[in-house]
């Protein structure tokens, strides 16, 4: 079965660097996103991309944040300069129709 | 704006047995979707179940249904024969039909559901 992957699992990074994060999305769905979930707290909406441009955004998703999709294959976060706060679990996923089929998550550290 | 609510932070139920987990929303708009999410854990959010506003019928998914009451915004879980693998954090997720294809979900802030054997 098709699924949504993610890298990497799990990743340390020191306050203000840069952090990329990948996703391969399902590779015939056309929508894609990323979700925040910190610590505890509900999973939040941060971004959805289509036909290569944002559709919508969040108000968490400023300045710092971007996304790209570099490649037919690849989806990326970018998070310019890391704070303490952006510490959390970010989801990636996609959809074609109504379904939306979610990666395993990518565990962001920032110490 | 939409809103979530899940006001059971934790749940419990013995294996085998019946669990109703309870989810509340808030919207002006008439077509929507309703989800419930597993995330057990692996951190993977899984899809449990859907429910479009505009049908009448109560989703079922197996083990899986729920009790959809549109006019008290009111979308329940009910999971029945309890299993181990049941154990996990569950979501329930708004989706606004309006919007083609596009798929923002809010999320209530999830129940946790232990399973004791």
């Known amino acids: 079965e098709p699924e949504v992957t993610q890298t990497p699992s799990h990743q340390v990074t020191q306050m203000g660097q840069e952090v990329i994060l990948r996703c391969v999305p399902i590779?015939?769905?056309?929508?894609f996103y990323w979700y925040r979930q910190i610590l505890g707290q509900k999973v939040e909406f941060l971004v959805s991309?289509?036909?290569?441009?944002?559709?919508?955004k969040s108000e968490i998703f400023d300045d710092q944040f971007s996304v790209e999709r570099p490649d037919g294959s690849n989806f990326t976060l970018k998070i310019r300069s890391t704070k303490l706060e952006d510490s959390a679990m970010y989801f990636c996923?996609?959809?074609?129709?109504?379904?939306?089929?979610f990666g395993q998550g990518t565990r962001l550290t920032v110490v | 704006a939409q809103t979530v609510t899940q006001s059971q932070p934790e749940m419990s139920v013995q294996e085998a047995e019946t669990v109703t987990l309870s989810c509340t929303y808030d919207?002006?708009?008439?077509?929507?979707?309703l989800f419930w999410y597993k995330q057990p854990p692996s951190r993977q959010m899984i899809l449990v179940i859907r429910?479009?506003?505009?049908?009448?019928q109560n989703a079922t998914e197996n083990r899986f249904s729920v009790n959809f009451q549109k006019a008290a915004k009111s979308f329940s879980l009910k999971i029945s024969d309890s299993q181990l693998g049941d154990a996990a954090m569950y979501f329930c997720?708004?989706?606004?039909?309006?919007?083609?294809?596009?798929?923002?979900?809010?999320f209530g802030k999830g129940t946790k559901l232990s399973v004791i054997p």
């Open positions: 996923a996609s959809t074609r129709l109504d379904e939306a089929f």
């Open positions: 590779s015939n769905h056309l929508y």
């Open positions: 991309f289509y036909n290569n441009e944002i559709s919508e």
């Open positions: 919207t002006s708009e008439s077509d929507y979707y």
């Open positions: 429910q479009e506003a505009y049908k009448q």
């Open positions: 997720a708004y989706r606004s039909y309006s919007g083609a294809g596009s798929y923002q979900l809010t």
